[in-house]
């Protein structure tokens, strides 16, 4: 079969012939379909990820077909269509993973392959609603906004979220997730013209965080928020304390710009705000959000699709430059 391999830090991806997996007792086969780009394969090509840093096959988020079955897997997973649940081993402790936990695509080889083999348990059969490109888009930003939005901040309907980064695969889904349920959005970006397209989604309203002070006008606007939900970290995370109601929570799941700073301690403990840190989710989460998508019907969206595995090194390079409005989808076969 075909994959793409890393083979240095910062170096372009290239396309090797390797065998194709044979599944093991309790795994399928699946022919790919149709894979999806994260930010943490950028982190891993350039070297800002824990874990292996060449010799991989990245890619966290898959759908494709079912080929095959090992011998302790029913044969009813046979030409079914199906996503994959990206992590693996989180071991008994609900609240967090354990030592053994590990994301599809490093160290386990990923889904920017014609073929994987994955066990049993990891495989979901492709939500209706859902055409191939969008099945495939789903699986990573999809557990960890679902497990951010409801296992960690407990969002509940009528509240008001701040969504920062809109654009962002996983921004874009928890602003759907979170009007599903009935939460008021508002959302932040860099760029105006992503702030409308989210209102057009349904946000309420959006701040343009390059702006001094957008994070006062947020508060005057929405009079505070009682979840903010961040992916960036860094030196502006002080300000999403302004923005936070008493009582608040606020949950994030990366740190692409940087070590958190300018915390005033005391905005927080006065406030009895609630910092809380998380990253992808329970097998639980991941049938929760499979379920919680295919009630309400929600579809991620789509930047572009790319037409091979031969296009990977332009798909990362529309990821690097960080003007995508939604997921970015690579055609596998």
Known sequence: MKATFLTDTNQPLIIKKVDTPTPASSQVLIKLAYSALNHRDVW??????????TGLILGSDGFGTVLAAGRDVTGNWIGKQVIINPGHDW????????????????????????YIAMDEKYVHEKPAHLNDAEAAALPLAGVTTYRALFTRAALKAGEKILITGIGAGTALLALQFAIAAGAKVYVTSGSQDKIAKAKELGAIDGFNYKEENWFLKAREAAGGFDVVLDSASGKGFGNLIETAKPGGRIVFFGGTDGPIGNIIPSKVYWRNLSILGTTMGTLQDFAAMLAFTSQHRIKPVIDRIYPSLSSINQAFEHMHEGKQFGKIVLKNS
């Open 91 to 114: 071991g008994d402790n609900p609240a967090a993973f354990g030592q053994d936990f590990k994301i599809l695509g490093n160290p386990e080889p990923g889904t920017f392959a014609e």
């Open 44 to 53: 891993i090509q350039t070297g800002q990820y824990a874990g292996p840093k």
